[in-house]
């Protein structure tokens, strides 16, 4: 039995390895030709979406690349100090795979996804297995507090049913404003954000004035001219931005490019990502509609596909000020925000769909949120340092704790449930 245990384990961990950019066609390939796609056909349009994923990665590590040191140098210049550094993403994932049944994430996902879908709790079909290990953090969060596995384990589930519940509840926002048919994202992040997006979208189409306020890129083109396109404006907010860190005119303008640049070709990683995906994902849905007539079906995917779209680039970027501010002014905010500053498009990626790519409504919905994760980060921060340096992290000298801006908010909650049962995050 344990040499099939090792088998099993070493055979999901060569998957996990394989990464989104070559497991994703794999999936895909094998989708196509289960629902009828013709083999060379699905083999090509695979590929399309791996390339787009890493064309799409590439883009995002270009933002981490710029904007992250960007964001630094404004902290710096600012002088903001506070006790609990973000660390960054990354801590994510020594927390997550450090647990042994990380190993299984995708099976237990995909079982989880396919017995709601069998029981008819959701419409959604998750193709992008990663958005499972987000699952898994609940799990690390949640058995690191309370030594229980199988508690970790229902904070997995529940953490997925929820996820996919509110990506069949968003799915029609998605598909619309980003022009991205059957498709929606049940990424346990953009699920949140989306939820917490609802009673503002409702708020802000009862303000008298404001509800006809039309912000989105297209209508400031057709106001501004020039000057309205998203490229012209990634342009602006880089220099400013960059001028406002401390930098010379050239690194400015050079900055400056460099966001304009993000805003033009991360949606073109999109077009590439879609034109390959749909004729598989229309393929899939074909197929179930015919057999189950009376049902919709939608194909999930990783909310960065919305990080994409040039509003929630245009409202990542303003933010970064914006939560510099929260963080020095907010009231039990103990975080410096610094790594996670480069990923701020994910808060938004798909309340922006709910809010009609409207970027004045983006930018207000997101200074709330931005509140609201600097909070959270605060306070799971002593379970955050425990469970991270156990995993290999290094804790800042002169500081007792770290923590990320990123904290995903349903392990955020599961954790705190627990916690009510633990006498709180520890610290």
Same mark, same amino acid.
């Given at each position: ?12 961990? +060569? ?9 994703? $066609? ?32 590439? @883009? ?24 609990? $550094? ?47 290990? $987000?699952? @898994? ?60 997006? +609802?009673?503002?979208? +409702? ?62 070709? @991360?949606?073109? @990683? ?37 990080v994409a779209q040039p509003s929630a680039i245009v409202v990542g970027v303003i933010l970064i000020p914006i939560t510099l501010i929260l963080a020095a002014i907010l009231p ?77 908010? +349903? ?5 705190f449930i627990t916690s009510l049962f633990t006498g709180g995050f520890g610290g």
């Amino acid at each position: 039995m344990d040499a099939i245990g090792t088998v099993i384990t070493t055979f999901f961990s +060569w998957i996990n390895d394989l990464g989104p950019t070559v497991m994703l $066609p794999i999936a895909l390939f094998l989708i196509g030709l289960a629902f009828r796609v013709k083999a060379g056909s699905a083999f090509v349009n695979a590929l399309k979406v791996g390339i787009g994923f890493f064309g799409l990665n590439v @883009m995002i590590g270009v933002v981490a690349q710029n904007i992250g040191p960007l964001a630094s140098a404004i902290v710096e210049r600012t002088g903001l100090a506070l006790a609990i $550094p973000d660390v960054g993403v990354g801590l994510h994932f020594g927390m997550t795979f450090s647990l042994p049944a990380a190993a299984f994430m995708i099976p237990l996902g995909l079982l989880v996804n396919l017995v709601m879908l069998a029981l008819r709790l959701t419409k959604t079909l998750d193709i992008d297995v990663w958005n499972f290990w $987000p699952w @898994m953090f609940s799990w690390a969060l949640v058995q690191g507090l309370s030594g229980s596995a199988f508690l970790g384990f229902l904070a997995f589930v529940f953490t997925g049913v929820v996820s996919l519940v509110l990506g069949d509840l968003q799915a029609k926002y998605i598909q619309e404003s980003y022009d991205l048919p059957g498709i929606t994202f049940p990424h346990p992040f953009s699920s949140f954000f989306g939820l917490l997006a +609802w009673p503002f979208m +409702w708020l802000f189409d009862r303000i008298p004035g404001f509800k006809d306020w039309d912000a989105d890129i297209e209508t400031l083109q057709k106001k501004l001219g020039p000057f309205g396109n998203s490229t012209v404006i990634g342009l602006v907010i880089g220099i400013i931005l960059a001028l406002v860190a401390g930098y010379d005119i050239i690194t400015s303008l050079q900055t400056g490019v460099i966001v304009a640049a993000i805003l033009l070709l @991360m949606p073109q @990683m999109i077009k590439i990502l879609v034109s390959g995906l749909f004729p598989i994902s229309e393929a899939a849905r074909k197929f179930l509609t015919e057999r189950f007539p009376d049902r919709e079906f939608y194909i999930g995917l990783d909310c960065a596909v919305g990080v994409a779209q040039p509003s929630a680039i245009v409202v990542g970027v303003i933010l970064i000020p914006i939560t510099l501010i929260l963080a020095a002014i907010l009231p039990g905010n103990n975080l410096l925000p610094l790594a996670d500053l480069a990923f701020l498009g994910f808060w938004v990626a798909t309340p922006m769909a709910m809010f009609r790519n409207n970027i004045i409504r983006g930018v207000i919905y997101g200074t709330v949120a931005m509140a609201i994760s600097l909070w959270m980060a605060t306070t799971i921060a002593p379970l955050v340092t425990t469970l991270g340096v156990a995993a290999g992290a290094a804790v800042p000298e002169g500081t007792d704790f770290i923590s990320m801006l990123t904290i995903y908010p +349903w392990g955020w909650v599961t954790a705190f449930i627990t916690s009510l049962f633990t006498g709180g995050f520890g610290g």
